[in-house]
């Protein structure tokens, strides 16, 4: 079973099977000044495995975000490392690597790398967004040759790690409790549609942060190598301007995976949502 720490974490803002019935998350140009983001923003989260009496620290991953103004259309580059803790390195060794680039007037990225070495897995993306919303996708899986597709995406398809910055970009006053919100992202070559569930606000304890006020959601993943497409992936994110995700947990197919922020600096906003 691979772990997929970057995967867990990304999912994290997202969830389960589009619905026609339901409007997308909304694409428009923001103002500079309104993103919730800038220059240099650093995430580092701690990735925890439970399954009976074992309750234990197995991996981290760090977001990095750099904005790049010295083109015609400015862009942030953000990349996420995950890698197991190294005692578990000899279990089961991960070393992920995403990248992406995204256009900072409306989000919507132009270029996306993943790059996967977990155990004996090996997979390479590289995805590449054109004008008229396809996607140009190269996949590389283990030893196999690269596979070449050009995909059909929409305005509202985006790469997992763009689509963790353009999900806190979007205002969560007006949604009801209950109310679901799709979002489209692009990997290993397929497109999946899927929404997230709002559950309003909650206190919530960190881990070795402190309390924090929250909004809550809820995501249901679909069934693969690590979900069973049963349970559901519930997530706190910061109820500031930050919109940072601070705790996820889901149950898995052997075991519960958390995650939760452990560190972080050059935030744009203060973390006002801490409460002690």
Do not use: C
Not at 8 to 15: E, G, R
Not at 57 to 73: K, M, S
Request: glycine share 6%; proline share 4%; no cysteine.
């Amino acid at each position: 079973m691979r772990l997929k720490l970057l995967l867990i974490i990304f999912t994290a803002f997202l969830s389960n099977v589009y619905s026609q019935e339901l409007l997308p998350l909304p694409v428009r140009d923001i103002k500079f000044e309104d993103l919730v983001f800038s220059h240099g923003e650093n995430l580092r989260y701690i990735i925890n495995y439970q399954w009976g009496s074992i309750n234990t620290d197995v991996g981290e991953a760090i977001l990095t975000l750099e904005y790049n103004e010295n083109t015609e259309e400015p862009f942030f580059h953000a990349r996420a490392a995950g890698r197991t803790f190294k005692f578990y390195d000899v279990l089961f060794k991960v070393r992920d690597f995403y990248e992406t680039k995204f256009s900072a007037r409306n989000l919507r990225p132009f270029y996306f790398h993943r790059d996967i070495r977990e155990k004996r897995y090996k997979m390479k993306n590289t995805m590449t967004f054109l004008p008229n919303y396809q996607i140009r996708a190269n996949v590389e899986r283990l030893d196999e040759p690269p596979r070449d597709t050009l995909l059909n995406g929409k305005i509202y398809t985006f790469d997992l790690l763009s689509l963790f910055y353009f999900a806190r970009n979007n205002d969560f006053v007006n949604d009801k409790v209950g109310q679901e919100r799709p979002v489209s992202f692009v990997i290993d070559g397929e497109i999946f549609d899927l929404y997230y569930r709002y559950l309003g606000k909650e206190n919530k304890k960190i881990q070795g942060l402190g309390h924090y006020k929250t909004i809550k959601f809820a995501a249901r993943l679909v069934a693969g190598e690590v979900f069973s497409g049963k349970d559901e992936l519930v997530f706190w994110v910061s109820d500031d301007k930050n919109k940072i995700p601070l705790l996820f947990e889901t149950p898995i197919i052997v075991g519960r995976v958390m995650g939760r922020l452990a560190g972080f600096s050059n935030i744009k906003y203060p973390l006002s949502s801490k409460i002690k």
